[in-house]
């Protein structure tokens, strides 16, 4: 079933296109994005509720919700549902609040004190996907870091549903995080009012969180055309996984069918040291799949999805880092001996008993990652990407004469006289 | 001789344009860019040869210089000025080291840990501004921390000198930081030739360094066409400062001089609460102007330089944040009460005995800094700029049979079974 592969008979063409995953739409998204934007930018307000209108098929009278509407849906949900989300609000802000460290002064030179301090990015944009797929667990990965972070202003953009409201999820998430305001937008026209503000829409500063391909255009292009910095480029979700003989073909399969129930175009790559282990994972896939409900999607994933067979862990390793998967599951006893030799994946789940889909919701770590092989440059979502680290120094006149006359040779050799003499002046006092 | 405004006469019109800095190029640079990048992507070393001698006005016999070069062009360098090299080398190190920090593992549920550790980006591309603005600090301020992530290839472009070398003292610090071949390459070419890879180029996964309007545009293009990652996006530099009556009017106009040698472009910003002391700016600035070698560069930014007036230092504080400038100087003695207000701004230098050139060179601080009011989603560059911090975790048969239940519910209210049953399987064994 799975398009199966010999490591060793693998040419230099077709390696490439295993690795590969950009999907390139050919300029015809960029098109229609742009217009987007412009609209946008041309009638604000306006421009977003006939947007809304036109591609989500909803006449909204206003383009929010608000704190008492919110609270009333977030009452939709059930006891077990609220107590599975507080469970992984807490994982994820006990994980997450760590990452906010306090860094100590460093004295270079006698007199010269230099450190960094953490302030938050004050607005920051969420953007929380709806319509077909609802994702409140996108909201918890956002939320939590940009709170504890300390983020002033957190906007929430998510499309409306069919009734023109949100999803109660998604509400109950926002009592949770306290925010009080929800705009009722997704898209390309989501990211273009973050990007550029509106009557309604609060312009931001950095815009976050996954979406379709208009929406990741939309962060490429506010990002280019305006500044707005973004959390990531984002493509289709994958997983790669690195088994050996201790590995359990049956977590496999569902791990494998659980990202592959993403989109047709999510990918699953099995690479193994053992044929046998192969041979059972495609039976299990079979009997899996049978039972999915999204099977069609999945099964649309698996053509694309491959295995890749040979003897020795450190060439399927080294696969894996070219590879470098949004996802990496090691599926063997051995994890420990395995794990210092990644160098590039977004999160790595260590043994058989750590399905990606743990930290996909509760465990902790964030799951906003980077695909396509964007994890040889990039981190996943964390504390660190809602805040700035502003470097601070203070020198005294005893380190002013200490350091001076250093930086007065490397001003001159650069020719700047001007930078030279800002030392000098203070030198001679 | 600087414009001096009221704070209180200001109009929201006025403070919009006093904040703007951005200078849209009207789309013809890009328009140039995208043609070297199709040139170098169809002919590679070919296309870098010619573009080299069109636009450098050197023909090469080939695109790198190699160590035994690097080492005969070092040894120009005198003694003087090679421990002033290699003095801010050691504060520059003292400083970014520290930033290199291993974090402790998280049990969020009993059973189940989480953590980050730090992974170098493998390949790295720095550009070293060469032609007319050699600036070697540049290269310390890039290679040194690329150093400490433990970056393993480190590609370094400059562009050839009109002898068809490099700079005695670029080739000093590459010596200085064990870098052993310099690929002769400027302009928006380079960073093409390291976004898409050459024969002679390696391909790189993030591309760092300062530079001219064209490289900015070649790095946004390559960001946003290949997703190669880049430092940050670049405009001409900028000095804000916050001056009491404390400060020293002498200081203050070197540090302002300073800043507008760079470039007729650059901007420096005098907020303060004393009038007296703004006038006596006013005179220092006429008479060290006269003395300063640039004198026609900065009195051309000395026209975009302005101060503003107001006795509320608070109120200052306020502007200065909505700037959110690169560099940021509290010429105050009451420097440590100013300091935690500041929100927005790449790096700060407090105290009347500060300036910005000590950072620009030798304090240790990293002067790769977000400009264009850019620093209210960026930081400068650090050792953070070049590592991923990859998340792992590890579940236990206990830890899964802890959290297993939660993650089911959640997967079930998302409609994801593939998901749930990832859980399942597992909790059925």
Redesign the interface.
């Known amino acids: 079933m799975l398009s199966t592969y010999q490591l060793k008979d693998i040419s230099a063409d077709t390696k490439a296109r295993l690795l590969l995953r950009?999907t390139d739409d050919g300029g015809q998204i960029e098109d229609s994005v742009k217009q987007i934007i412009q609209k946008v930018a041309q009638k604000g307000d306006k421009a977003l509720l006939e947007l809304t209108e036109q591609l989500d098929g909803v006449k909204l009278e206003k383009l929010f919700v608000e704190v008492t509407e919110i609270s009333a849906l977030a009452a939709q949900v059930n006891e077990?549902?609220r107590?599975?989300?507080i469970?992984?609000y807490?994982?994820i802000e006990?994980?997450h609040q760590?990452?906010l460290?306090k860094?100590?002064k460093?004295e270079?030179?006698k007199g010269?004190t230099?450190w960094?301090e953490n302030?938050a990015?004050?607005?920051v944009g969420l953007y929380v996907p709806g319509g077909s797929?609802?994702?409140?667990?996108s909201f918890l990965m956002l939320g939590i870091p940009a709170k504890i972070a300390g983020c002033k202003e957190i906007v929430v953009c998510t499309p409306p549903q069919k009734n023109g409201k949100i999803n109660p999820?998604v509400a109950f998430v926002a009592t949770l995080l306290g925010i009080q305001k929800i705009y009722l937008l997704g898209g390309a026209q989501a990211v273009a009012a973050m990007a550029l503000g509106t009557e309604s829409i609060p312009k931001v500063?950095?815009i976050f969180g996954p979406g379709n391909q208009y929406v990741t255009k939309a962060k490429?292009?506010a990002?280019?055309m305006f500044?707005?910095?973004m959390d990531m480029?984002a493509g289709p979700s994958e997983v790669l996984i690195l088994a050996d003989k201790s590995a359990?073909a049956?977590?496999i399969a569902?791990?494998m069918?659980?990202?592959?129930?993403?989109g047709a175009d999510s990918q699953a790559v099995l690479l193994s040291t053992s044929a046998e282990l192969v041979e059972k994972v495609n039976i299990e896939l079979k009997t899996?799949l049978e039972?999915?409900?999204?099977k069609e999607i999945?099964s649309k994933a698996l053509i694309i999805s491959y295995a890749i067979l040979t003897e020795n862990m450190g060439d399927l390793i080294e696969f894996s880092n070219e590879y470098a998967p949004e996802h990496l599951i090691i599926a063997s006893d051995d994890?420990e001996n395995i794990?210092p030799k990644?160098?590039?994946?977004?999160?790595?789940?260590?043994?058989n008993?750590?399905?990606?889909?743990?930290?996909?919701?509760?465990?902790?770590?964030?799951h906003t990652l980077p695909t396509?092989?964007?994890?040889?440059?990039?981190?996943?979502v964390?504390v660190?990407s809602f805040i700035?680290?502003?470097?601070?120094?203070?020198?005294?006149?005893e380190?002013?004469n200490n350091?001076?006359?250093?930086?007065e040779?490397?001003?001159n050799?650069?020719?700047?006289?001007?930078?030279?003499?800002?030392?000098?002046?203070?030198l001679e006092?």
Do not use: M
């Open positions: 950009n077990n549902e107590n599975a989300l469970t992984a807490q994982n006990r994980f760590q990452q460290v860094e100590t460093v270079t030179t010269v230099c960094r302030r990015i004050e607005k797929a609802v994702l409140p667990s999820y500063s950095k490429v292009l990002q280019s500044g707005t910095a480029p359990n049956k977590f569902s791990d069918l659980a990202q592959c129930e993403h899996q039972k999915l409900p999204r999945a994890w794990s990644i160098i590039n994946a977004g999160s790595v789940f260590l043994g008993h750590t399905p990606e889909a743990a930290g996909d919701y509760a465990s902790g770590t964030n396509s092989g964007f994890a040889k440059a990039y981190s996943g964390s660190d700035k680290k502003i470097t601070f120094q203070h020198i005294s006149k380190g002013i350091l001076g006359p250093t930086v040779i490397l001003a050799l650069e020719n700047l006289h001007g930078h030279k003499n800002s030392i000098t002046v203070r006092e």
